[in-house]
């Protein structure tokens, strides 16, 4: 009885001392005083400053305490990773006033881990990773968009090289990485990178492949979501490389996974679109538009009231129309060629009274029979072609904190799809 007796104040103290050592942070986040370093090294940043200043202390005892530095490779990975996100955490001024010294830091402890392990496709990464950085977040005024297939080579052959990543872990978050990298800087282009198998490819299908490496296995716990998020930007790359099949393929295997997920339905609204089966587009559009909440909601009415115009009904056209342009003021940012483009169509509806009567007798019909004008000017605007967004980066999917540090202002690196 008395041993109970001693453990249960000790067990209080313990707790205390955590608690008041890290404020505000969830206590089993925490609670880690019988693991080893080693232990705590390995784990994975959730974010909070103080459980990365944890990892981070204990990569550090364990590269200090180890004689051979060779067996450090994921040490000086861990302890970059984890010095990277307690600066992230850090207060607004801190992190202004000390972003040299991060970025020069954390690049240092890559570089190390880069050179203990040449082979190793992750430190390369992270590596290239932080040039990237410190061109496009230290330095926005001299901004230098490298293309991806060239700042990421040596990363992205290793990849392809190396077996399928089949678990959600740092390696997969890369791969997405480079990816999404690839689709948004190289887009339809080509680079003369000295082999000729990668340059033929363009960055959609360089993309292509890297997700094909990301096959995550029904044991790991975040399979599906993992899955998920795969098979969507992948559906993405091959619908804006012009590969339709392939791109229904892929969102259709989302879907399996996701049935009612709206931005599925509003992409393969615009894959409908684009192939002129406009009556289909419109009920896709429509499903997107029966939760106002969607992301996609403004897109899916705007697209929604072209297909409409298209398909000649112009009274269904005519409300979508002003349903889109009522909440455009809701709006972060406005696309000033969006309410041109749909204030012009919405006049014309008006001017020859085309919501009424028999469509065959309207101006709408008789000035452009064939619809090439409208398809015209829908093209231009890339009305039906708005699918990429990087949507890994949400509160109930797996990320890695490490790549969410400032990550909004690469999207600054990115070619616009041309159609």
């Known amino acids: 009885m008395i041993l109970p007796m001693i453990l249960v104040p000790i067990i209080f103290l313990i707790t205390d001392y955590i608690k008041l ?3 505000g942070v969830d206590f089993g986040e925490l609670v880690h005083f019988w693991e080893s370093d080693q232990e705590l090294c390995n784990k994975a940043p959730t974010g909070y400053i103080n459980q990365a200043v944890l990892i981070y202390e204990s990569c550090r005892k364990v590269i200090d305490s180890t004689d051979n530095i060779s067996t450090l490779n994921l040490e000086y990975k861990n302890a970059g990773r984890a010095w990277f996100v307690m600066w992230d955490q850090s207060i607004q001024e801190a992190k202004d006033k000390n972003i040299y010294r991060a970025i020069k830091k954390v690049k240092r402890y890559f570089s190390v881990a880069e050179e203990l392990n040449q082979k190793d496709p992750l430190a390369k990464f992270y590596s290239a ?23 990421y080579q040596e990363v992205i052959k290793l990849y392809l090289k190396g077996d399928n990543i089949e678990s959600v872990g740092k390696d997969f978050f890369a791969v997405l990485k480079l990816a999404h990298f690839l689709v948004a800087r190289d887009a339809n282009q080509t680079f003369d990178l000295g082999d000729e198998s990668w340059d033929d490819l363009n960055g959609y299908q360089k993309a292509i492949e890297l997700y094909n490496k990301l ?7 975040n399979s599906q979501d993992a899955n998920y998020l795969v098979f969507l930007d992948q559906g993405k790359a091959y619908f804006l490389d012009g590969n339709y099949p392939w791109a229904e393929y892929s969102w259709a295997k989302a879907l399996d996974i996701k049935p009612e997920d709206y931005q599925i339905n509003y992409n393969r609204g615009n894959l409908l679109a684009l192939q002129r089966e406009y009556g289909n587009a419109i009920k896709r559009y429509d499903a997107v538009t029966e939760d106002p909440n969607t992301e996609e909601y403004y897109e899916a009415l705007r697209n929604s009231g072209f297909a409409h115009y298209i398909f000649n009904n112009y009274k269904e056209a005519k409300n979508r129309f002003q349903r889109a342009l009522k909440i455009l003021g809701k709006l972060d940012k406005v696309n000033e060629s969006d309410v041109e483009l749909m204030e012009t169509y919405l006049q014309k509806i008006k001017d020859g009274q085309c919501e009424q009567g028999v469509f065959l007798y ?7 029979k064939t619809r090439k004008n409208v398809e015209k000017d829908i093209k231009e605007k890339g ?25 909004d202002k690469f999207d600054k690196c990115r070619i616009q799809p041309e159609f």
């Not at 309207?362 to 452009?368: A, E, L, P, R």
């Not at 072609?385 to 109930?396: G, L």
């Open 383 to 407: 009305i039906f072609t708005s699918v990429y967004k990087d949507r890994y980066r949400t509160k109930d999917k797996p990320t890695d904190p490490f790549l969410e540090v400032e990550h």
């Open 362 to 368: 309207t101006s709408c019909y008789q000035n452009d």
């Open 129 to 151: 990773y932080m040039e990237d950085f410190e061109d496009v977040v230290q330095t926005p005024e001299k901004l230098d968009c490298l293309p991806a297939s060239e700042r």
């Open 215 to 221: 096959q995550v296995s029904d044991k790991d716990a």
């Open 21 to 23: 050592r890290f404020p």
